[in-house]
Nanobody, 128 residues
Framework: QVQPVESGGGLVQAGGSLRLSCAAS????????MGWFRQAPGKEREFVAA????????YYEDSVKGRFTISRDNTKNTVYLQMNSLNFEDTAVYYC?????????????????????WGQGTQVTVSS
């Protein structure tokens, strides 16, 4: 069982920054590919970023490339999402997700269904 728990959300002005954290239980955290997704009001949940088990490979949704950075610290069982240059369209509930199966095709990282365990989400609100 893996239980991701997100933190770090809040209210920020446009152009500001936030860092989200996701602490995940599990003795083999370093073997879990991890992802961040978000869901804005009235919209479906969408992929934001993902990171491989070692942290050597990262993946981003086009609208966040160059602004968001995903990273992980396997010694702390934690994944981070550094969000810079935030804009109103980034307002959403952000979810952390864990995949416990190996990844053989990088397209898997982008798929919501590829992740078995999800956190409760943390709200990010960007004011204009």
């Amino acid at each position: 069982q893996v239980q991701p728990v997100e933190s770090g959300g809040g209210l920020v002005q446009a152009g500001g920054s936030l860092r989200l954290s996701c602490a995940a239980s599990g003795r083999t955290f370093s073997s879990y590919p991890m992802g961040w997704f978000r869901q804005a009001p009235g919209k479906e949940r969408e992929f934001v970023a993902a990171i491989s088990r070692s942290g050597g490979s990262t993946y981003y949704e086009d609208s966040v490339k160059g602004r968001f950075t995903i990273s992980r610290d396997n010694t702390k069982n934690t994944v981070y999402l550094q969000m810079n240059s935030l804009n109103f369209e980034d307002t959403a509930v952000y979810y952390c997700a864990a995949r416990t199966e190996p990844v053989y095709d990088s397209s898997v990282y982008y798929r919501e269904a590829a992740y078995a365990y999800w956190g409760q989400g943390t709200q990010v609100t960007v004011s204009s």
